[in-house]
């Protein structure tokens, strides 16, 4: 089975002097803490809301010049239990990378296989077998014997 994960990260901003800016530093950040391991984690804003009224606000929370930016990290694990194995090594994998970065799953979805089912159905469909494609390369290819006997 395969997971997604969605991970939310506390990134930490310091001198900035607005939202917007420590949205795009904080993005910066996360990326140079994941990469080159972990580039294939997608990174994006977080969505924050007023636990009061459950109005939607900005990713970023600014006073006096520091920042915390809530951000979302997904990433796919693949052949897994279900979805609390998932969700561990997800937060393994991103925690490893950004020590001392509080985490929360915020999303677990399983994703459908169907994808595998109908890649090898359609290589059914076709007839592409892989033993015809050997013998035939066998006949371009001159013997190893061959050869040796031409030098």
Known sequence: MDCRVVVEAAIPVYDVGSADEAVRIAISKTGDMLNPDLNYVEISMGMRSCPHCNEEMEPAFVAADEALVALELEMTV???EDEEHASRIA??????RMQKIPLDIVEVETIDSEEDDTADETEEETGTDESADETDDDD?????????EEG
């Open 91 to 96: 937060r393994k994998e991103i925690g490893q």
């Open 140 to 148: 371009l290819l001159p013997e190893f014997q061959d050869l040796m």
């Open 78 to 80: 693949f052949n897994v």
